[in-house]
């Protein structure tokens, strides 16, 4: 039972547009959610993360968005570069467990 | 401040034989945790530690062993290698838990079991 879900395995944008990365989510006690970049042959990295009281959280050219209803949150880049492009995982904190849940991640590719 | 490393960066092995991945950071961390990525799986949890003296299973806990004695270091042990454990190996330190876990990771390493 996959408690973090990213549904789509990879997305194209053009450079210069907004990237739009998705993911749901199916535990209600989560209480943080955070993003990853990860490079190839690298460690992933953290990106942004957000509470689970707040809808928004924006940091640069990186917005998280979350929908607590719909537990749903997307990552919104813009403008997109081509350093963007890499493997971004969403994870949840399962603070009650004490550990992260990641998701299956999604491979952002950005077009010259 | 060298963050988290990890050895070896590859490794191969027979089925059967055992070894033992290295992680150690220096940034006085008290949550370590062991990650195996595999594609179309995304980061699952093997182990994770808490503080030194203290660890606990992950999501997939089975054929793998851990210990922490001190804070620094957190070895991930295989016991018999089998080719399902083929994979890429992180290993992550965070700030304790109230920080909402934001984990630095190494550069893992790519275990290949024959």
């Known amino acids: 039972d996959q408690q973090v879900k990213q549904n789509s395995p990879s997305l194209s944008v053009q450079e210069g547009r907004i990237s739009i990365l998705n993911c749901d989510y199916t535990n209600s006690m989560f209480d943080y959610f955070l993003w990853y970049k990860k490079y190839p042959a690298e460690g992933p990295t953290f990106l942004i993360s957000i509470s689970s009281i707040k809808d928004k959280n924006e940091d640069g050219r990186f917005t998280v968005f979350l929908n607590k209803s719909a537990k749903h949150l997307s990552l919104h880049i813009v403008p997109s570069q081509p350093g963007d492009s890499a493997v971004y995982f969403c994870a949840a904190n399962d603070q009650g467990a004490q550990k992260l849940v990641f998701g299956q991640g999604t491979r952002l590719t950005i077009n010259p | ?114």
């Open chain 2, 1 to 114: 401040n060298a963050g988290v490393t990890q050895t070896p960066k590859f490794q191969v092995l027979k089925t059967g034989q055992s070894m033992t991945l290295q992680c150690a950071q220096d940034m006085n961390h008290e949550y370590m945790s062991w990650y195996r990525q595999d594609p179309g799986m995304g980061l699952r949890l093997i182990h994770y530690s808490v503080g030194a003296g203290i660890t606990d299973q992950g999501e997939v806990p089975n054929g793998y062993n851990v210990s922490r004695s001190t804070t620094e270091d957190f070895p991930l042990r295989l016991l018999s290698a089998a080719p399902s454990q083929t994979s890429v190996y992180f290993c992550a330190s965070s700030y304790p838990i109230g920080q909402a876990m934001k984990q630095f990771f190494g550069p893992g390493t790519r275990l290949t079991v024959l």
